[in-house]
């Protein structure tokens, strides 16, 4: 059996399925204590079958590399009761024979959006999730990038909006990317959360532009052919054009690959591209 785990901040998606990302069966439930989300994916999992193979898909920072102290264990996390808790050590508790691969969620994204989704076919990918937290996923020459720890695209320094005295809500950072463009800087800068902002209203300029100067690091960096962008708070009608046309002006005609229609897209796979690209990492 292959098994699937994305772990959210907020929500959690186990599944069963095939290492070409094909969902079997899946169960969504909300992220709470280590033990208690755990407890559930291990019951879960364990009505079905013993999984041959797990690939986990988990929120950051997370240790990814391996042979390191610290793989397959949530690092510096806001989020209470999580850091220091190992993901590998419980599952491999309970599942001694099986093997296990993690990730990040948004590493999981963009290899399901570049093997089956929106960037299919191609090699240079960034995957950008916007929801409680900004993260960033890329895959480059084929490859998904980890380096010492793993892209962390949200704790990027952008340049502030004009006229933007919004002081920033990142624990750590304070006025980062994350800090200034994600899910609860929306609701505090603006008084409401996202998903009541109308289309029109002034947030969605201003995450346009944050979102566009992020991308443009990623395009001196790493020079991606594609950027999907996701997560709840991108789903807002006319963002991604917003941000691509912003980001077309700021790029000054310098970079190639932003000459191409469409250059920031949604993701094809919707919802479904941390779990799927959950189940894609088992094949690696």
Known sequence: ?????????????????????????????????PEETLGTVIEWLSER??????????FGPV???????????????PKAGWAGFSLTRVLSEAFPACG??????????????????????LDDVAYITVGTGIGGGILSGGHLIH?????????????????????GVCPFHTDC?????????????????????PADHAAWEMQAWYLAH?????????????????????????????????LTEIAAGYFPPVQVEDYTV??????EAGIRGALLLTAS
């Open 1 to 33: 059996m292959i098994a699937g785990i994305e772990l959210g901040g907020t929500k959690t998606v186990v599944a069963t399925g095939t290492a070409q990302g094909d969902i079997i069966e899946e169960h969504r439930f909300p992220t709470t204590t």
């Open 49 to 58: 079958g013993i999984p041959n193979s797990i690939g986990i898909a988990a």
């Open 63 to 77: 240790g990814i590399v391996p042979g390191r102290e610290n793989h397959g264990k949530i690092l510096a996390t």
């Open 100 to 121: 296990l691969v993690i990730d990040t969620d948004v590493n999981a994204a963009v290899l399901a959006e570049a093997k089956i989704g929106a960037a299919a076919g």
């Open 147 to 167: 380096g010492a720890l793993h892209p962390e695209f949200g704790h990027l320094k952008v340049p502030r909006a004009p006229g933007d005295d919004f002081r």
């Open 177 to 197: 990317l994350e800090g200034l463009a994600s899910g609860p800087s929306i609701g505090d800068r603006w008084g409401k959360p996202a998903h009541e902002l």
């Open 214 to 246: 992020g991308i443009l690091s990623l395009l001196a960096i790493v020079s991606p052919s594609r950027v999907i962008v996701g997560g709840g708070v991108s789903q807002v009608e006319g963002l991604h054009g917003k941000i691509n046309a912003r």
């Open 266 to 271: 949604p993701p094809a796979l919707g919802q």
